[in-house]
């Protein structure tokens, strides 16, 4: 039986949290494979020295604990477990040699629909992409659970159960594809963080500010977990919008949808 939802309240609500205590944590790679950072539009004019991964969305200038990093870290790891598990049946999966496997995950409460969504994507060696997807949506929005009934009390009814989309897994078409191969092959993701504050701080002013706040209409904090091959998983957490080719192969993978509508899961 599946449980609740995957209502990552800490690790969203944050969405600034970062598995990485330093910056710029940027994927797994030496530095001499990476271009000069001032050709990287998304990331030259971050101030690193003040880039804080766990910096506090609603606390200005203070940054999460080691028990709000721990406990959000493992939400976030849950949530990778989830899709792995539940797409461990579908009969299009990952090969052995597949060259990058993506999973994404974007909550309903920070998407302003009851509606969760979980994806995986990957790439085969042949240059195929590939999509597993899950949509969930609830009869309504979640909410907290209800207080524990007094005394010869009934128990409370349980919430709504969600209404279940069957998951789908197939080739990605091809334009969702020619996206998805664009941005895995930016050689500038060797310089994008694991993850991001809802603030990021600049080197210098744009638009007057020092610094660039997330504005999320339309888009969600997004969740992922990308395994490249030869080098070892990276958790990432980005609030929405980020201009990042990181950011878009994650976001893509979590609202992707097959070409073909295969049944699996």
């Given at each position: 039986?599946?449980?609740?939802?995957?209502?990552?309240?800490?690790?969203?609500?944050?969405?600034?949290?970062?598995?990485?205590?330093?910056?710029?944590?940027?994927?797994?790679?030496?530095?001499?494979?990476?271009?000069?950072?001032?050709?990287?539009?998304?990331?030259?004019?971050?101030?690193?020295?003040?880039?804080?991964?766990?910096?506090?969305?609603?606390?200005?200038?203070?940054?999460?604990?080691?028990?709000?990093?721990?406990?959000?870290?493992?939400?976030?790891?849950?949530?990778?477990?989830?899709?792995?598990?539940?797409?461990?049946?579908?009969?299009?999966?990952?090969?052995?040699?597949?060259?990058?496997?993506?999973?994404?995950?974007?909550?309903?409460?920070?998407?302003?629909?009851?509606?969760?969504?979980?994806?995986?994507?990957?790439?085969?060696?042949?240059?195929?992409?590939?999509?597993?997807?899950?949509?969930?949506?609830?009869?309504?929005?979640?909410?907290?659970?209800?207080?524990?009934?007094?005394?010869?009390?009934?128990?409370?009814?349980?919430?709504?159960?969600?209404?279940?989309?069957?998951?789908?897994?197939?080739?990605?078409?091809?334009?969702?594809?020619?996206?998805?191969?664009?941005?895995?092959?930016?050689?500038?993701?060797?310089?994008?963080?694991?993850?991001?504050?809802?603030?990021?701080?600049?080197?210098?002013?744009?638009?007057?500010?020092?610094?660039?706040?997330r504005v999320c209409p339309g888009s969600a904090p997004?969740?992922?977990?990308?395994?490249?091959?030869?080098?070892?998983?990276?958790?990432?957490?980005?609030?929405?919008?980020m201009a990042f080719s990181t950011d878009r192969l994650?976001?893509?993978?979590?609202?992707?949808?097959?070409?073909?509508?295969?049944?699996?899961?």
């Open positions: 039986m599946r449980p609740g939802p995957i209502a990552l309240t800490t690790a969203l609500a944050m969405a600034a949290s970062g598995c990485a205590p330093t910056p710029p944590p940027g994927m797994a790679g030496q530095a001499d494979d990476r271009p000069p950072i001032a050709r990287c539009e998304g990331v030259r004019n971050i101030n690193w020295r003040r880039f804080d991964p766990w910096a506090d969305r609603f606390r200005p200038g203070e940054t999460a604990d080691s028990a709000e990093r721990a406990e959000a870290t493992g939400q976030r790891q849950a949530a990778m477990d989830t899709i792995r598990n539940q797409a461990a049946a579908a009969p299009h999966r990952p090969s052995a040699e597949a060259v990058i496997v993506i999973r994404a995950f974007v909550g309903p409460r920070h998407h302003h629909t009851p509606t969760e969504y979980l994806g995986m994507t990957w790439r085969e060696p042949d240059g195929q992409w590939w999509v597993w997807s899950r949509w969930l949506e609830w009869g309504e929005p979640l909410r907290p659970p209800p207080p524990p009934p007094l005394p010869g009390e009934p128990p409370a009814p349980p919430q709504v159960e969600e209404v279940r989309f069957p998951p789908l897994s197939g080739r990605l078409a091809a334009e969702a594809a020619a996206r998805m191969e664009a941005a895995w092959a930016d050689p500038c993701r060797a310089w994008e963080p694991d993850s991001a504050p809802w603030a990021i701080p600049l080197t210098r002013p744009d638009a007057g500010s020092r610094a660039r706040e997004v969740i992922a977990e990308i395994t490249e091959a030869g080098r070892p998983p990276r958790l990432i957490s980005y609030p929405c919008n994650v976001t893509m993978t979590a609202f992707a949808r097959p070409e073909i509508a295969e049944p699996g899961g």
